[in-house]
């Protein structure tokens, strides 16, 4: 909250002397953040005089930003539900692919194709969030068969945190395959497997959420091509 409260106050003293346009962003990952990053330095080479102010905060943060026009625009997840769009926003896909599991190099399952299912009760599963939310928690579990789906998964706040107790061998994560090349530089301490077995129900899409009535629609439908 005082991260946010902070860009708010820069953000307004920047504007009694800019005469940029403002487009505001929020993602969710420094996952999501990279592909993010990619377009917005596309945008800003044909349109030079639009200042974007970005902001990273959990999934349902970002929906309700959107949908109260703190945000023109949000990256989430959407992991198998888009269960808390409401109706006055519109998405678009701009990404998909599946999740993985990451494994410590340490770990000879990393040496595997896919990782086991039953491998899953062996040590803590992980996943990022920036803000205290259950939803990734949640939709996870819920593509496991039932016998899994008590197994312990814990919400870390930092991405180095997350991946220095993989690469330690300490627990595993699962991540957006795709996006980790863009946003992680550990591919030399961690292995990225699907999960044997379950790959048809860990496809997540990224979507892009913003107000269908926007008044930066136009703005907003280019930036996105």
Do not use: W
Not at 58 to 81: F, K, P, R, T
Not at 154 to 180: F, K
Not at 196 to 211: D, T, V
């Amino acid at each position: 909250m005082l991260h946010s409260y902070f860009v708010e106050i820069n953000s307004l003293r920047h504007q009694t002397t800019s005469v940029h346009q403002e487009f505001k962003i929020g993602y969710f990952s420094p996952f999501e953040g990279a592909l993010m990053r990619k377009q917005v330095y596309a945008f800003s080479k044909k349109y030079p005089n639009i200042k974007f102010k970005i902001t990273e905060e959990s999934i349902e943060h970002l929906i309700s930003d959107v949908s109260l026009g703190i945000l023109d625009m949000a990256y989430i997840l959407d992991y198998g539900s888009q269960e808390f769009l409401t109706k006055n926003l519109t998405s678009k896909t701009v990404f998909q692919s599946t999740m993985v599991i990451g494994v410590s190099k340490l770990n000879p399952l990393s040496q595997n194709n896919t990782f086991p299912i039953k491998a899953l009760k062996d040590k803590p599963m992980l996943y990022y969030s920036p803000e205290k939310t259950n939803y990734l928690k949640h939709a996870f579990l819920a593509t496991l068969p039932e016998a899994y789906q008590n197994i312990p998964v814990a919400r870390v706040s930092t991405i180095e945190q997350m991946q220095t107790l993989v690469t330690a061998n300490q627990a595993n994560a699962y991540y957006p395959d795709g996006l980790i090349q863009l946003g992680s530089n550990t591919e030399s301490e961690i292995s990225y497997l699907p999960l044997q077995g379950n790959e048809n129900s860990q496809k997540f899409k990224i979507q892009s959420i913003y107000p269908k009535q926007s008044k930066k629609c136009n703005l907003i439908n280019q930036f996105l091509g």
